[in-house]
Structures are given as structure tokens and as C-alpha cells.
Nanobody, 116 residues
Framework: QVQVVESGGGLVQPGGSLRLSCAAS????????MGWYRQAPGKQRELVAT???????VYLDAVKGRFTISRDNAQNTVFLQMNSLKPEDTAVYYC??????????WGKGTLVTVSS
């Protein structure tokens, strides 16, 4: 089994920055992709940024140039650096790990609130 745990959310003013972390544990070798999703109140969950199986990155258009996904393979951790935050970035951010032959694992989420 794979478990993922997010951290790093909080309250930030517009224009500010936050860095989210996602630590994976368990059957790490079965993970072939990891990324970040978010869900704002009243909206569907959407992909924010992810590493693909081939190692490339994919970003939601609305965050391109502001968010950066990175990883530390030694620590089994994926990060999401969020800069120039906007009120519309307010959401619960979830980490997702795609698992070979076993679907995916989701974290419980971390709340990001962008407000003055």
C-alpha cells in the first residue's frame, strides 16, 4: 500500500507564496506518477501540476508561470512551490500518487487560503 501526506497549507495574502509538501510512504516502488490537485468550494477537483510517468511535468493553464512542481526522490517527497498567489487559488490541495496496477492514493488535503 501507498500513503501520501500533505503539509504546508495556510493563510497567505494575495501575491504571496507557499510551498506544499507531499511525503509518500509504503510501497514506493509501485508509484509511477505523483502530482497535485485542488478543489475549491462548490467546484470539481482539478489537476494543478503533476509529474508524468515519463518524468515530464504538466500544469493547469491557470498556474503556469506561478507554480512549480519538484521532487526529492531520496525523501520520496513532491513539492509544489506556489508564487504570486491569487484569491482564486484558494482551495484544498490534494496530493495524488498513481500506483502500478492499483489505482491511486490520495492524501487528506491541505487548505490554502489566499485572502487579505
Amino acid at each position: 500500500q501507498v500513503q501520501v501526506v500533505e503539509s504546508g497549507g495556510g493563510l497567505v495574502q494575495p501575491g504571496g507564496s507557499l510551498r506544499l509538501s507531499c511525503a509518500a510512504s509504503g510501497s514506493i516502488s509501485s508509484i509511477y506518477a505523483m502530482g497535485w490537485y485542488r478543489q475549491a468550494p462548490g467546484k470539481q477537483r482539478e489537476l494543478v501540476a503533476t509529474f508524468t510517468h515519463g518524468g515530464s511535468t504538466v500544469y493547469l493553464d491557470a498556474v503556469k508561470g506561478r507554480f512549480t512542481i519538484s521532487r526529492d526522490n531520496a525523501q520520496n517527497t513532491v513539492f509544489l512551490q506556489m508564487n504570486s498567489l491569487k484569491p482564486e487559488d484558494t482551495a484544498v490541495y490534494y496530493c495524488n500518487a498513481q500506483i502500478l496496477l492499483a489505482g491511486s492514493a490520495w492524501g487528506k488535503g491541505t487548505l490554502v487560503t489566499v485572502s487579505s
